[in-house]
């Protein structure tokens, strides 16, 4: 089996944002942010517009030709998307999934959700 940190190591091959930076394109039309948490904890709450892109999916979603295919990234090649899961592991398996299924400019919140919640209101 492999080990967590071997699996976590993912994490140097894609690029990781903090929640504060995160919170600066929170309005900019030219991001998207991405919640790849389950659609039980996304329905409890996200961040700002974010669409809903559950992890154990995303392949469907981004597969060129899938049932599931989602056309956001096909329409907006241009956009950053803003990938977040709940602690940040999710989310930086979902980024390099992204970024090796072909969307260019990927990023992942460290520390998810949890640390968007940590600085939201400041």
Same mark, same amino acid.
């Given at each position: =089996?492999?080990?967590? @940190?071997?699996? =976590?190591? %993912? #994490?140097?091959e894609?690029? @990781?944002?903090? *929640?504060?930076?995160a919170k600066?394109k &929170?309005?900019?039309p030219? %991001?998207?942010?991405i919640? %790849?948490?389950?659609?039980? #904890?996304?329905?409890?709450g996200?961040i700002? @517009?974010?669409i809903? &892109?559950?992890?154990?999916l995303?392949e469907? !979603?981004? *597969? ?5 295919? @989602? ?9 950053? !998307?803003? %990938?977040f899961? /709940?602690?940040g /592991?999710q989310?930086t398996?979902a980024?390099?999934? =992204?970024?090796? =299924? ?5 990023k992942?919140?460290s520390?998810?959700? *949890? ?5 939201k209101?400041?």
């Open positions: =089996m492999k080990k967590f @940190n071997d699996l =976590m190591s %993912v #994490s140097s894609i690029e @990781n944002i903090s *929640a504060s930076d600066k &929170l309005n900019d030219n %991001v998207q942010f919640d %790849v948490r389950d659609k039980e #904890s996304f329905s409890k996200t700002g @517009n974010a809903h &892109l559950e992890r154990g995303l469907f !979603y981004l *597969a060129d030709g899938s049932p599931l295919e @989602n056309d956001t990234f096909k329409k907006n090649p241009d956009k950053e !998307y803003v %990938v899961c /709940g602690l /592991g989310g398996l980024t390099k999934t =992204m970024k090796e =299924m072909g969307v260019k400019n990927v992942n919140i520390g998810g959700i *949890a640390e968007w919640d940590k600085i209101d400041k």
